[in-house]
């Protein structure tokens, strides 16, 4: 059995169409088909199951599907170490972040990490908070970046900061006239947030009850963080947000922020993780200590 025969496999469970497996991987749908056939004449068994919307795994073959994935990002870390043996600086580094707000704060830095080590490829997934701890402690991913996210014994956190989130507005808007925003006053005003899925959405309805409120309901509910922007840029919503997030906004006066009155402050650690365990490659070290330095500059 070779190494490919099993990451054509990886490919095909995970898109689940033999053509679209063979698109990703460049080749021809006849080298999946074929590749398949040598891993089910290896196992004596039937791995996948044709049918009109693709392909279904049968029981033998998730069971592969479940130890291919692992394998490969194995041999991948081994793959790195013996570049990193060699001195080439070079390598991959998956990233998952949770949220579009860290994913706006962490673009500069991988910018910069970027030019420093041109011959590093990144990956970043941006999900939820569970899911990238997760995919840390499963080895599916190097390193990541959390807001509003547990407390989880199985990982390493590397750097911690604590960061507040304030209201955003345009610079006509007449909540830019206060000095400090009560949660009387922005209740008053249409507000773009995301859904109550997020933890920041959650964490303000809280502070309105503690406040004897009932939750406003919110007048645009998008997890884009450009359409929030858009909408504020416009003076027609007001945004609850870090203040690294919109640091260019900030700088151009096209937005600013005014912070909360105390009572309704909203504040959450962002943290950077990863998993307890072997030596991370040279890759994963390098983006963590530049992520870590970048953090602690600018938080």
Known sequence: MQIEALIYFNELTRSRSIRRAAETLGVSPMAVSRQLENLEAYFNAVLIERGARGIALTPAGALLAERADAMIRDLEGARQVIDDLRGLNAGHVSLHVNGAVINAI??????????????????????SAEVALNAVTTGET??????????????????????????????????????????????????????????????????????????????????????????????????????????RELRDGT?????????????????????????????ALKLAEFLEAFLREHG
């Open 106 to 127: 962490l673009a500069p830095a991988l910018a910069e990490f970027y030019a420093l080590y041109p011959k590093i490829s990144i990956a970043v997934t941006v999900t």
């Open 142 to 247: 190097d390193i990541a970046v959390t807001m509003f996210s547990p407390s989880d014994a199985r990982i390493e956190t590397l750097f911690s900061l604590s960061v507040r989130h304030d209201p955003v507005m345009a610079p006509e808007h007449p909540l830019a006239a206060e000095k400090e925003i009560t949660l009387e006053a922005i209740r008053r005003h249409a507000i773009a947030m995301p859904d109550r899925a997020f933890s920041i959405r959650r964490d303000f309805d809280d502070r309105q009850r503690a406040a004897g409120f009932s939750p406003v309901e919110v007048a645009f509910t998008t997890s884009s963080l450009e359409l929030q922007k858009e909408l504020t840029r416009r003076g027609t919503a007001v945004l609850i947000l870090p203040a690294m997030t919109v640091a």
């Open 255 to 283: 937005l600013v922020l005014r912070p909360f009155a105390k009572g309704a402050e909203i504040a959450s650690d962002m943290r950077l993780v990863r998993a307890e365990g072997p030596t991370p490659t040279f890759a």
